[in-house]
Nanobody, 123 residues
Framework: QVQLVESGGGLVQAGGSLTLSCAAS????????MAWFRQAPGKEREFAAG????????RYADSVKGRFIISRANAKNTVYLQMNSLKPEDTAVYYC????????????????WGQGTQVTVSS
C-alpha cells in the first residue's frame, strides 16, 4: 500500500506562487507515475499535471500550462507542484495521485490518492 500526504496549500493573492508537496510512504513510488488533480467547489475533480516515473515526461492541463511545473525527487519519494501566476480560478483542493501503470495524463489509471490540500487564491 502507498500513502500519499499533500502539504503546502494555503491562502495566496492573485499573481502569487505556492509549491505543493506530496510525500509518499509505505512503498517507494519511484516506479510509479504521479499526478496532481484539483477540485473546485461545486465542480468535478480535474487533471492538472502529471509526470512519468522517470521524470522525463510531463503533461499539463491547458488551464495551467505555462504557469505550473510538476517535478519529482525519487530519492525523497516526493512529488512537487510549483504554481506560479496564480488566479482566483485556481482555488481548489489539490490531490496527489500515483499510478502503478505509469499513466500520467488525464483519463489515466490512478491507484492511490492523497487526502488533498486546500489552495485559495484571493483577487
Amino acid at each position: 500500500q502507498v500513502q500519499l500526504v499533500e502539504s503546502g496549500g494555503g491562502l495566496v493573492q492573485a499573481g502569487g506562487s505556492l509549491t505543493l508537496s506530496c510525500a509518499a510512504s509505505g512503498r517507494t513510488v519511484r516506479n510509479y507515475a504521479m499526478a496532481w488533480f484539483r477540485q473546485a467547489p461545486g465542480k468535478e475533480r480535474e487533471f492538472a499535471a502529471g509526470i512519468s516515473w522517470s521524470g522525463t515526461y510531463t503533461r499539463y492541463a491547458d488551464s495551467v500550462k505555462g504557469r505550473f511545473i510538476i517535478s519529482r525527487a525519487n530519492a525523497k519519494n516526493t512529488v512537487y507542484l510549483q504554481m506560479n501566476s496564480l488566479k482566483p480560478e485556481d482555488t481548489a483542493v489539490y490531490y496527489c495521485a500515483a499510478s502503478e501503470s505509469n499513466t500520467y495524463f488525464d483519463g489515466g489509471v490512478y491507484d492511490y490518492w492523497g487526502q488533498g490540500t486546500q489552495v485559495t487564491v484571493s483577487s
